[in-house]
């Protein structure tokens, strides 16, 4: 259910709300509007009769059942977007968001060249594997907590924020120790203990969509996160598995949209991951901007040829910085679209 508050509701007639909501056997969750404080309850209790009870109080604007099986991270819980804090700039904001670095954190000069290379070219989050899930045993799976400490270093030489991937819930304390957005790759987006874990984390996380989830099962495994604490998600479309194999997945560059209307959580596009091909992700990475994406994910390696993982797929600086300097005049069209409302 979804509770609104009148505007001008005090304190004590929250708290009695929340009290009342609570005895009919839901849990709440309350979140201060820009002109109203919204009351989620989740549970299993007497809808009916809770919602006719809360209909009755002066205070309470509207109460209504949310329709939707993902709750918090609904639009009908919350429609001013979610903007999450990361280092010196915001994802969901006023700004477009760059996530740049190499698939696999290989050497410090490797990792310190690259945050350099993402940093000089409006770069804002570096991303680098300390730990790798990959389908062959045989490839390279990570540095592990040393590959931690270099993209830490790396980032906070060059002022970048820093973002990896953790696989485990054992790994997830150390792995947000040294980093400021906790990545869930897409084959553990229905790891629902992993998703449990990092709900009860204070950092952000970004959330992959599988290779065959649906729109639907990205948003279930959002609110496992949300609902045990942590409100902090973002949405990355990375591209899913089709009967296509001139490209290593297919970006639903649609699901922008269609997320935007179903819930507030901003949403990244991955042109490396969807493409595989580096002369390919110049192209996509425009139509990320076009289509009102709130960031992106992209690889660059100082020698893709030698990179120990994912080298077809990753830019050579050169190449990142020829991408965001062709990026310039279709974010000036993302930044004036940006000031109108997306439809709830």
């Not at 289509?291 to 830019?315: F, K, R």
């Given at each position: 259910m979804i509770i609104s508050m009148k505007l001008g509701a005090t304190k004590e007639q929250i708290e009695d709300i929340c009290k009342r909501i609570e005895d009919f056997g839901y849990r709440v969750h309350s979140i201060q509007g820009e002109e109203r404080v919204v009351i989620a309850a989740v549970g299993t209790g007497d809808v009916t009769h809770c919602l006719e009870s809360l209909r009755s109080y002066d205070s309470v604007e509207s109460a209504v059942r949310i329709s939707a099986p993902y709750k918090f991270v609904s639009r009908q819980y919350r429609?001013?977007?979610?903007?999450?804090?990361?280092?010196?700039?915001?994802?969901?904001?006023?700004?477009?968001?760059?996530?740049?670095?190499?698939?696999?954190?290989?050497?410090?000069?490797?990792?310190?060249?690259?945050?350099?290379?993402?940093?000089?070219?409006?770069?804002?989050?570096?991303?680098?594997?300390?730990?790798?899930?990959?389908?062959?045993?045989?490839?390279?799976?990570?540095?592990?907590?040393?590959?931690?400490?270099?993209?830490?270093?790396?980032?906070?030489?060059?002022?970048?924020?820093?973002?990896?991937?953790?696989?485990?819930?054992?790994?997830?304390?150390?792995?947000?120790?040294?980093?400021?957005?906790?990545?869930?790759?897409?084959?553990?987006?229905?790891?629902?203990?992993?998703?449990?874990?990092?709900?009860?984390?204070?950092?952000?996380?970004?959330?992959?969509?599988?290779?065959?989830?649906?729109?639907?099962?990205?948003?279930?495994?959002?609110?496992y996160v949300v609902s045990h604490g942590n409100p902090n998600v973002i949405l990355c479309e990375r591209g899913i598995r089709t009967f296509e194999t001139e490209t290593r997945n297919v970006l639903d560059i649609q699901a922008v949209p269609v997320l935007n209307k179903l819930t507030h959580l901003p949403v990244v596009l991955d042109p490396a991951h969807s493409s595989g091909k580096r002369d390919?992700?110049?192209?996509?990475?425009?139509?990320?901007?076009?289509?009102?994406?709130?960031?992106?994910?992209?690889?660059?390696?100082?020698?893709?040829?030698?990179?120990?993982?994912?080298?077809?797929?990753?830019?050579?600086?050169?190449?990142?910085k020829k991408m965001m300097d062709g990026l310039k005049p279709y974010l000036q069209i993302w930044q004036a679209n940006r000031a109108v409302a997306v439809p709830s």
């Open positions: 429609l001013d977007r979610t903007q999450i804090a990361v280092g010196n700039t915001v994802v969901g904001g006023d700004e477009f968001v760059v996530i740049a670095g190499p698939c696999s954190v290989e050497t410090e000069e490797q990792i310190m060249a690259t945050a350099e290379a993402v940093a000089s070219a409006g770069g804002k989050v570096l991303r680098g594997g300390a730990y790798k899930p990959r389908t062959s045993p045989y490839d390279f799976q990570g540095l592990e907590e040393e590959g931690l400490k270099l993209l830490r270093k790396a980032g906070d030489a060059h002022g970048l924020a820093v973002i990896t991937e953790v696989m485990t819930v054992t790994n997830v304390n150390l792995v947000a120790e040294y980093t400021d957005i906790l990545q869930i790759g897409a084959r553990n987006v229905q790891n629902f203990p992993l998703l449990k874990a990092v709900g009860r984390v204070d950092r952000p996380v970004m959330l992959k969509r599988g290779l065959s989830s649906t729109i639907k099962e990205l948003l279930l495994s959002a609110e390919l992700i110049p192209q996509i990475a425009c139509a990320c901007v076009a289509i009102g994406a709130d960031g992106m994910m992209v690889e660059t390696h100082p020698n893709p040829e030698s990179a120990w993982s994912d080298g077809p797929q990753s830019l050579t600086f050169d190449g990142f």
